[in-house]
């Protein structure tokens, strides 16, 4: 068409008030303006992950901030303009405050990851409303499956912090993170099954979970598995696989390990009971 | 003399006739005319019509499927700006609750009424076909007089809202009452006639023209524009409405999580 342009403006206002009323109009206005903001967004997201990737870090933050301008309601790209500032790449100094406006806005429109760091920044914060904050925004990000958050809210209910102290949710809520495979919910949930912690005293379960953790490289969950051979809780005593589990935990510098280890002078070759 | 009168009456007959014979040979040409035009009206306001409730059916769509949801954010904004408000009590923020709530409201009242409206307008080939045999034969443009007008301006308003609602007999009915009207046109003298089929074929071309101004201007309302969007969006497999839909259902989300994280924070205060 190529006579776009309405030609008598009586005749458009006749013509579109036949159909819309003036409340509808707007309704639909808005609507062509939401696809037209979007899709600009969208552009500039795309351009600012493509320099992110190519580590060019100050236009990328450039480009994230011209996207959530068009678009404020993009979530991904308020998070990665926090990881910026909390990081402190691609802008001038660390900032965290910024950081956590960045993740806050992320965070209202139910980015888990931006809650899960939001509720982070609150918990270093470090104050009792600071806490509650963290735990309003670590239990979003649990309830949408986010298994780092779920271990997080673990931690705040097994301490008591911005929630009160509960056990069994803390037994819970490291279980959903635990079976997600989230090697410090593993490592937790194994302790308080040791310790029957919200759940049944259980040793064998305790060092089932202490086993996945420690075969995924968590040199706590690693020691603690030498110890429960060790001492035969769970499962057979084994001095041999003990030392194994001590030494992988010293490597990494584990020092209850190293200290261990020092009571094992050699690897005994022979199995003792 | 008597011969000479002869003559004379014998050559006034002639051009009596001949003039007779040019009017009306004038007439068919320009009844087949008028007849042409009025086929091509018919066709033309058809498109016009169609045009209009297709937009009107993809207006309701929009305001049911997308429209809703905008109420519901805004209803949302509001209680947020509200609960602001009442937190920090500054006259900006009491100003912004206000201009929320203006808004939400106006929202509301926009879709109010489109809750129950119609589906997608499909007419099918009987009814697109009456509907031009009802064009052609009851067009406002093809009256005689003012009461002729006025009678059918009025049945072609009721053709149109029939041929909108797709109902089939409502149209019929519309065509017989029109012909029920017809046959007692009076015979008239051929140049009379004439003058007649000439002013019929005016008001169609004018109308005409205004028929394709005024599609042109719905082509290029706002409603249109989005309607071609979604019917480009559809031919590339996709639902444009329900994309939108998704997008102001994840804020309709944030807003409630941000309305839930203020509460909190009130909450710690108020302790």
């Known amino acids: 068409m190529s006579n776009d342009a309405p030609q008598k403006g009586e005749l458009v206002s006749t013509a579109s008030g036949g159909l819309a009323r003036p409340e509808v109009e707007s309704l639909i206005l808005r609507g062509l303006q939401d696809l037209t903001v979007a899709a600009q967004a969208e552009q500039f997201f795309s351009w600012a992950v493509a320099n992110w990737n190519a580590r060019r870090y100050e236009s990328a933050v450039g480009l994230f901030s011209h996207c959530v301008k068009c678009g404020p309601h993009h979530a991904a790209a308020h998070f990665y303009l926090g990881v910026a500032y909390y990081q402190g790449i691609g802008v001038p100094q660390k900032d965290p405050a910024q950081a956590a406006n960045c993740w806050r806005k992320a965070a209202e429109q139910g980015y888990a990851q931006a809650q899960n760091n939001l509720a982070g920044l609150c918990e270093q914060a470090g104050s009792g409303e600071e806490y509650c904050e963290a735990a309003f925004w670590y239990a979003k990000a649990a309830e949408q499956g986010y298994a780092t958050a779920q271990f997080n809210l673990g931690v705040l209910y097994e301490l008591g912090r911005g929630v009160p102290q509960d056990y069994e949710q803390a037994a819970v809520w490291y279980r959903k993170a635990a079976e997600q495979g989230n090697a410090a919910a593993q490592f937790n949930l194994g302790g308080m099954f040791r310790l029957g912690r919200g759940v049944r005293q259980n040793y064998a379960h305790a060092a089932s979970w202490y086993r996945k953790a420690a075969e995924q490289g968590h040199a706590g969950a690693q020691y603690n598995l030498g110890a429960m051979c060790t001492l035969g809780h769970g499962m057979r005593r084994d001095f041999t696989e003990a030392a194994v589990w001590f030494r992988r935990a010293a490597g990494q510098g584990d020092e209850l390990a190293q200290k261990a280890l020092e009571s094992f002078p050699a690897a005994p070759k022979g199995r003792s009971t | 003399m008597a011969i000479g009168l002869a003559f004379h009456v014998f050559a006034m007959g002639t051009q009596l006739i001949r003039r007779a014979s040019q009017v009306e040979e004038e007439l068919a040409a320009r009844r087949a005319e008028l007849s042409a035009l009025q086929a091509e009206l018919a066709d033309r306001e058809l498109s016009l019509t169609t045009l209009l409730a297709e937009l009107a059916s993809f207006q309701g769509r929009y305001l049911r499927e997308v429209g809703v949801l905008y109420a519901e954010l805004d209803a949302w904004n509001a209680r947020i700006a509200e609960l602001l408000a009442r937190c920090e009590d500054t006259e900006q923020a009491h100003t912004d609750a206000a201009q929320a709530r203006v808004q939400a409201e106006q929202t509301a009242r ?129 639902d444009l409405l329900a994309e939108m839909a998704l997008d102001v259902k994840g804020r309709i989300a944030a807003a409630c999580l941000r309305f839930d994280s203020l509460s909190i924070s009130d909450e710690v205060h108020e302790q």
């Open chain 2, 110 to 238: 926009a879709v109010r009424a489109e809750t129950a409206q119609q589906r997608e307008f499909k007419p099918s080939l009987k009814l697109k076909r009456l509907y031009r045999e009802v064009a052609r034969k009851v067009h406002p443009d093809l009256a005689t007089d003012n009461t002729d007008r006025a009678r059918r301006e009025r049945l072609m308003a009721e053709a149109n809202a029939a041929y909108q609602r797709g109902d089939i007999e409502a149209l019929q009915r519309v065509l017989d009452e029109y012909e029920s009207g017809e046959g007692y046109t009076l015979l008239t003298e051929a140049s009379v006639e004439l003058e007649r089929v000439i002013r019929q074929i005016g008001q169609i071309r004018s109308r005409l023209s205004q028929i394709e101004q005024q599609m042109t201007a719905f082509r290029a309302s706002s409603l249109a524009k989005l309607k071609a969007r979604a019917d480009a969006a559809k031919s590339d497999g996709r």
